[in-house]
């Protein structure tokens, strides 16, 4: 579901006053690679996926451990077992609707 012009420009209105209409555009327009979901790849992502970032691909072929739960934010204990790129596309997913999270499970 996409934001129409007047909801967008209420939910992204501190972002548009600091950076205007066309740096707004230049952030949906961008597509981010993170390789290896760690805590700060993560963390790095949530701040681009809050302001509207266009999409965002997380390549990571390890599974979720105890220690990647007690490290990272976005990962929780239903996620030990799941693909580590899988299961943090979809919590930082949950953050914005108007992103498009995708994920590959390779090493």
């Not at 934001?3 to 992204?12: M, P, W």
């Not at 965002?56 to 599974?63: A, L, S, Y």
């Not at 105890?66 to 934010?73: M, Q, R, Y």
């Given at each position: 579901m996409t934001?129409?012009?007047?909801?967008?420009?209420?939910?992204?209105d501190r972002q548009l006053r600091l950076w205007g209409d066309h740096g707004q555009e230049a952030l949906e327009n961008a597509?981010?690679?993170l390789i290896n979901a760690t805590a700060?790849?993560?963390e790095i992502l949530k701040n681009l996926v809050l302001p509207g970032i266009g999409a965002?691909?997380?390549?990571?072929?390890?599974?979720v451990a105890?220690?990647?739960?007690?490290?990272?934010?976005f990962?929780?204990?239903n996620c030990i077992?799941?693909?580590r790129a899988q299961a943090a596309t979809e919590?930082?997913?949950e953050l914005n609707s108007d992103v498009s999270g995708n994920f590959v499970e390779e090493v």
């Open positions: 934001a129409t012009k007047g909801s967008k420009e209420q939910k992204y597509h981010v690679c700060t790849g993560t965002f691909t997380i390549v990571d072929g390890h599974t105890g220690e990647d739960v007690g490290n990272n934010f990962l929780s204990s077992g799941k693909n919590l930082l997913q």
